[in-house]
């Protein structure tokens, strides 16, 4: 696997992530973990980190395509 094919498919997975953390803050689903409930605010805070990771990734995609 090249740079490039890892920083895009990275990208993806975050973006996964983000859209699926606010997913769950606006359809208020409840995530449970071995028994323990995430807090919504933890989804927040998720969004932007894993939003940020996202672009990263794609960034690191479009820069390095070697």
């Known amino acids: 696997m090249n740079r490039k094919t890892y920083c895009t498919l990275t990208g993806c997975i975050f973006l996964v992530v983000a859209l699926l953390h606010v997913a769950r803050i606006f359809s208020d689903w409840e995530a449970v ?21 996202a672009y990263v990734g794609f960034a690191c995609a479009k820069d390095g395509a070697q």
Not at 34 to 53: H, I, K, Q, R, Y
């Open 33 to 53: 973990i071995g028994g323990w409930t995430l807090p919504m605010w933890l989804s927040v805070v998720a969004v932007p980190v894993a939003g940020f990771l």
